[in-house]
């Protein structure tokens, strides 16, 4: 039998030194093979590799994790998706650090997920994935979740397999109720009044100050998510919208579900027939919550608030 291409450690680091010796380690590993390079972590975390590569730095596409990552869902077909598909007869380094100290609870179920859902999305490709892990900086509970989605788990002891590999526990794990809002405004639809999706949303969303190509987005979003309620979710839906932390919330529920779990998540050649509603919704938000069972589906799109906290 042969083994399985995709690789998709761990890395726990507990100060900068370890941080900077390891993932420059990886790269330049990588760019001594002459394998496609990219790092995506969040900004402060770059300048130091950057600073610690030199000149190689030239040869690694450099991505702020902060802002191509912004919502754990656009990672797999925006970032790693995206890097890896350029070059499909070579095997692809990749450093990526979706999960950081100043994520906030609301997002952190979506970034567990987008961790265990990368093994989903390049079981047999010749990618290797390396996710740094803040020792000090997470919480034990993030740590225990990061054994549970990588296979390997590497520190700065060496290398070694994780026993509690498991990513299907986090996936569903953080699939759960959402939880109720406080004050919203929220419309019935159907057939008959899709287009006021868009305009609600539209309207609660010009009024916090977004515009133009933003408040386009957002119109644009809801109404996929709509759409996708009358073809897979029984025909209506229902939306709901409101202010959380800091961030506009467009929320659709309908009687669907949601089977595959890498849905919204495929890149998607425009030339192809078929839904990418969800793909798009990924895109353009700042975060995106699911929970679906059967007969019923709820999809959380969030904006950030212009000159919001």
């Known amino acids: 039998m042969l083994a399985e291409p995709f690789v998709h450690p761990a890395l ?174 929220s419309l019935h639809f159907d057939r008959t009044n899709l287009s006021a999706v868009r305009a609600v949303a539209g309207g609660e969303a010009a009024a916090l100050g977004f515009a133009d190509e933003r408040l386009d987005d957002i119109r644009l979003a809801v109404a996929e998510l709509g759409a996708n309620s009358l073809d897979h979710g029984g025909g209506s839906g229902r939306l709901r919208v409101w202010v959380e932390e800091g961030r506009l919330v467009c929320e659709v529920s309908d009687a669907g579900h949601i089977t595959d779990p890498l849905v919204g998540r495929r890149p998607v050649d425009p030339r192809d027939a078929g839904s990418r509603g969800l793909l798009i919704v990924n895109l353009l938000s700042d975060l995106v919550r699911v929970h679906t069972r059967a007969g019923a589906t709820t999809i959380r799109a969030y904006f950030d608030v212009p000159g919001g906290p």
């Open 12 to 185: 726990f680091y507990r100060d900068d030194g370890e941080y900077v010796a390891a993932t420059t380690a990886f790269v330049r590993a990588g760019l001594a093979a002459g394998d496609p390079v990219a790092i995506a972590v969040p900004g402060p975390n770059l300048k130091l590799i950057r600073a610690e590569l030199g000149a190689a730095a030239d040869d690694v596409l450099m991505l702020d994790m902060r802002e191509a990552g912004r919502n754990p869902g656009r990672i797999i077909p925006g970032v790693l998706r995206a890097f890896a598909d350029r070059h499909p007869d070579r095997h692809v380094r990749i450093i990526g650090e979706p999960i950081w100290a100043g994520r906030t609870a609301t997002e952190y179920p979506a970034c567990a997920q987008h961790e265990a859902l990368i093994n989903l999305a390049f079981t047999g490709r010749r990618v290797t994935i390396l996710c740094p892990y803040d020792m000090v900086g997470l919480s034990p509970d993030v740590i225990r979740e990061a054994e549970l989605t990588h296979p390997v788990l590497v520190d700065a002891a060496g290398e070694r397999a994780s026993a509690g590999y498991a990513p299907e526990l986090v996936i569903d794990g953080h699939n759960r109720p959402l939880g109720e809002p406080g004050a919203f405004v």
